[in-house]
């Protein structure tokens, strides 16, 4: 069928918006009616080959929209239902049948290969090979294709067009809070970046009950965001010695920090800033090959450093989760989201890159 993308054609280069062809579901793929994605940096640095990601590609992997039609074998949802499209996983390693898809073993070649598991294509324009399946789902599209296991089902009465977040960004953010991290009531916390996913962590260690949580961010407009959805403190650090100030502000050291910026001298930092017996996340995405340094006794105090992949969410539970309690006001999400038509998706990511907008979500022509 014919269908409205956004097409990254070389490395670095804009989106092209134009209509392509989308192949029919096989018997364990779902067909869904895109009504809006967000744009994540995921994305954006994919864009750039961060990773090396196969071109020409649709990319988006935060969609949201309407079930349409299903293959013979699927049974977890049927035309009509509401969804939101999340990350995919093999469902056969040690990972995922302990309970920990994100640390699938086939996470890359799931999410970032480019095709389906045989190698077929799902996309096309005019007979021009085109890289689909981005998190199985390139959803920078009106219409995409989906795995029967990357589907979330989510009530009717949720505001569908601004759901898409919660596959990826919002519930890493979130996740490395409540399911990685899993701060005690009262402790303290300092989130390394202010973006989606920096701010949905915010959001996370209020909701859990953390006393002093800290924001650091570069961005007065982003540290402002910080305070309004739950920081009790944020630092500037140009402005100051971001590390003796959490000491202070903390009373010897923090007991988490989580770092989502992706650069090794902020990373350096989340870790110098921990009490003893501290714990570090690390959730930002740097480019193949980066690499840092600590201080060996640092870590040697009781100190703990751990990678988190997707929030250590397991999308059929988490997913519901955060939207009851966005349902309930108590995770306010829709503050970080800022609406575009897809044909402006140039101006979303130039937005996001500088820091304009937080969280676009990019609506689908139909």
């Known amino acids: 069928m014919d269908i409205v993308a956004a097409i990254t054609r070389e490395k670095s280069a804009p989106f092209s918006v134009e209509t392509i062809q989308l192949d029919k579901p096989r018997n364990d793929e779902v067909r869904v009616k895109i009504v809006a994605t967000g744009m994540c940096h995921t994305d954006l ?60 073993d086939s996470f890359f070649s799931e999410n970032l290969g480019g095709t389906r598991a045989d190698g077929s294509l799902t996309l096309s324009c005019n007979g021009e090979p085109i890289h689909g399946n981005f998190f199985q789902q390139s959803s920078f599209a009106n219409y995409a294709l989906a795995h029967e296991t990357n589907v979330v089902k989510v009530p009717k009465e949720a505001p569908l067009e601004l759901l898409g977040p919660l596959g990826c960004g919002i519930q890493t953010g979130a996740g490395a809070v409540m399911n990685s991290l899993q701060p005690r009531a009262g402790s303290s916390i300092v989130v390394f970046g202010a973006g989606s996913v920096g701010l949905s962590a915010v959001m996370a260690a209020r909701a859990v009950g953390c006393s002093i949580i800290i924001a650091v961010d570069l961005k007065a407009s982003r540290r402002d965001a910080a305070m309004e959805l739950g920081a009790t403190h944020v630092i500037d650090p140009q402005e100051s010695n971001t590390v003796e100030l959490i000491q202070t502000l903390t009373g010897g050291g923090a007991n988490y920090s989580l770092e989502t910026t992706a650069l090794p001298s902020v990373f350096r930092e989340a870790v110098d800033c921990l009490a003893l017996r501290g714990v570090c996340g690390l959730v930002g995405a740097p480019a193949l090959g980066t690499e840092v340094s600590f201080d060996m006794n640092n870590i040697l105090f009781g100190r703990t450093v751990r990678g988190i992949i997707e929030g250590d969410s397991v999308p059929d539970i988490f997913i519901p989760r955060l939207l009851e309690l966005y349902m309930q006001g108590r995770f306010p999400f829709d503050k970080l989201t800022r609406f575009y038509d897809l044909k402006d998706i140039n101006q979303a990511a130039k937005d996001s890159e500088s820091g304009v907008v937080i969280k676009p979500i990019l609506r689908m022509p139909h």
């Open 45 to 104: 640095v994919v864009r750039d080959q961060y990773y090396p990601v196969p071109l020409p590609s649709v990319l988006g992997h935060e969609g949201a929209g309407i079930v349409e039609s299903v293959g013979a074998d699927v049974t977890k949802v049927k035309p009509g239902d509401h969804v939101v499209l999340t990350y995919k996983s093999c469902g056969k390693c040690h990972g995922c049948y302990e309970g920990e898809p994100g640390y699938c």
